[in-house]
């Protein structure tokens, strides 16, 4: 089980990005998948969550109506689109997956057992 995150960079204060985690090794369909982040001094949060099975969304109250998580499993890639970006956003953005597991994506990182390596995602005002 692999996964690659990409698409980070440096934008300014209400620009986008788009995320992708790749995935090799095995198929997406039956995982869910969850973006993390940790900003520095900071413990790593759950952002975003789609479910394999029903594609249902969790989203963290703070990037509530910014950013979407899809899913795209004829391309075994997951997607977070980040919209009205702010300083505050600033941080390594992680992909991770694990079977069963969308229930607890608000309940810290601890659950998910395969994660990407990060990209790094900076946000200047």
């Known amino acids: 089980v692999q996964l690659q995150a990409s698409g980070g960079g440096l934008v300014q204060s209400g620009n986008s990005l788009r995320l992708s985690c790749a995935a090799s090794?095995?198929?997406?369909?039956?995982?869910?998948i969850g973006w993390f982040r940790q900003a520095p001094g900071k413990e790593r949060e759950g952002v975003a969550c789609?479910?394999?099975?029903?594609?249902?969304?969790y989203y963290r109250e703070s990037v509530k109506g910014r950013f979407t998580i899809s899913r795209d499993n004829a391309k075994n890639t997951v997607y977070l689109q980040m919209n009205s970006l702010s300083p505050e956003d600033t941080a390594v953005y992680y992909c991770?997956?694990?079977?069963?597991?969308?229930?607890?994506?608000?309940?810290?990182?601890?659950?998910?057992?395969?994660w990407g390596q990060g990209t790094q995602v900076t946000v200047s005002s």
């Open positions: 991770a997956t694990d079977m069963l597991v969308f229930q607890l994506c608000d309940r810290g990182p601890r659950h998910f057992n395969y």
């Open positions: 090794g095995f198929t997406l369909d039956n995982y869910d």
């Open positions: 789609i479910s394999s099975s029903d594609g249902n969304t």
